[in-house]
């Protein structure tokens, strides 16, 4: 005994994704999804003499997935007679209501079929039977076929049930009529922020742990002997509101003296803007940074010239998108650092916040931890960014970036290295690594490092960090997909966790803690051994996150705030046990009680020892 199960949607056939049938007593049968056909192969006497099969069918149309189950009635009767089956047809499988609460039917039914042989006709309620209606989970109601029932009674499903009352009360067939609903259309999102302009700002320091004796200027300075170069990146958004990147050491003085070799001269950053993301296409390049257009994107590369005249072009990289779907944006990112006994791997140590002191014979790690605004996260991969010290003397001859299309993000499959960078491609993966040649020809290349993935969606960027200054009350404070915004509470950083207007008095529950949060725009950034707190409005605080051991910068003095060592405005050094005061011809050792200790000073240019101002009972 064989039976097609067909499901529709309307008029439209569905392909089914899944057809089981269930057990019964006595009864071997199989279903076939991809026909839809079920097979009933061996009906033993342990059958009942009215045998029901359910057969239960799951679909999909336009992502929505549907389930409807029906029962193969079989009645077991004597050899020569015909098999009399009775059956329910609805007048419609679904019934669709729009989001206006309008349905394209005002009214349904469900007839009876019967099949007597090959024979199928509408029948009346045979005699012996009963038929029912239940609509939604309410109670039960006696229905005659054909009789037409209104619609507007019906909120998720009408379900008609036909039973045999010959030999006790027998569930014959069922047939469900389910509800569909359109939604409501949303609301339109808000515009997203973009960038107007983006400046590199550079400072040449006296100092490689803090800005001194310099001032920020948009022009990279020439390289001074015995000073630092710092830099810093500046992001202008459409809206007027900037940010800046935390300032950064990327240059120490002059080393020993070894071979030959050539410096930086100069770097000079260009801009292209695109009509493509994955090539140059209707622009051309220029010094100055282009305004931002929407459906346009904008690529940067650097032309680095050095000392000799030569000049080289770094490979061109695409910066920016053009506006999409709205989507999530970047909530913060932290610099993560590792001190590994090994150059190839991180071993030996742990992953931390804080930039570990550098420890020769050993090498720092880092990698990049970004927090969205839908609280997930994404890990960079780790890459050795220092090395043990080398050999003095030994400088750069030359270095070259090679460049490797593979079929993987993992591994470098189905392409070969080169120096010219390929073009991108949907699918494949960009690596590269780079060839250092040193003045006495030996090399060294770096480990290959994958820089692209396939292409992603295109989203709007995040809500934007607003600081507000301090907290006051009667003030609306906001947390919307434009801006969330941040204020200083008792001398805490705070960051709005909803929309609200503030009372007379702080209320804790909508702000979260900022202080350990990180906002950073760049193309590159390099995290100095310090955390710099510059929210605060009485100096700079460098240190660990939990601000329990470091550095106050105020007023022209530096002071450690745990042993209490400080280089005093006037030149002082002040400790825990007492003063060292520094003049132009002498230097006094002085007591926490006002004693002096002793007196050094220049005599006709020997180094002497003022024996008149010497306390002898606390000198050795």
Known sequence: LTTTFSMYYGTTKLA??????????GVTSSANKSTGVITVSAITTAASNIIRIPVTGKASYKDAQYEGTVYLSVNKVKPGANAVIYSLQP?????????????????????????DGASTVVSSLPAGYSMDYVIDSGTANGYTPGNDIAVSGITSKIQFRLYSETSGVVLVDQQTIIVLKDGSNGKPGDDGIGVQDVDVLYYLST????????????TAPAWVNGKYMWSKTKVI?????TTETDPACITGSKGANGSDGKGVASITEQYYLSTSSSSLIGGSWSTSVPTWVNGKYMWTRSVITYTDGSSTTTDAVCVTGAKGETGIGVKSYREQYYLSTSYSTPAGGSWSYNVPSWTDGKFMWT??????TDNTTWTSDPVCVTGSAGPSGKGVKSFEIFYYLSTSSSSLVGGSWSTTAPKWEDGKYIWTKTKVTYTDNTTYESDPACLTGGQGKTGLPGAMLRPRGEWKPNTEYYHNDAFIDTVI???????CKVTHTSTSTFDSTKWDEFNEFINVATNVLLAQNATIDVLGTSGIFVGNLEKTQGWMITEGAIKHNETGF???????????NGKLILTSNSTVIRTNTGQDIALFKDVDGVPMIDAKNINTENLV
């Open 16 to 25: 089914l994704d899944s057809l089981a049938v269930g057990s019964v007593t």
């Open 91 to 115: 007048s419609v499988n679904v019934i669709k209501k729009n989001a206006d609460g309008s349905s394209e039917v005002s009214k349904v039914s469900c007839r009876i079929m019967k099949t």
């Open 207 to 218: 100092s490689s742990s803090s800005l001194s004796g310099g001032s920020w200027s948009t």
């Open 237 to 241: 958004y459409t809206d007027g509101s």
């Open 367 to 372: 990698r990049t931890v970004v927090t969205y």
């Open 489 to 495: 509470y008792n001398g805490n950083n705070k960051l």
């Open 566 to 576: 400080e280089l005093t405005a006037e030149g002082g050094i002040n400790t825990a």
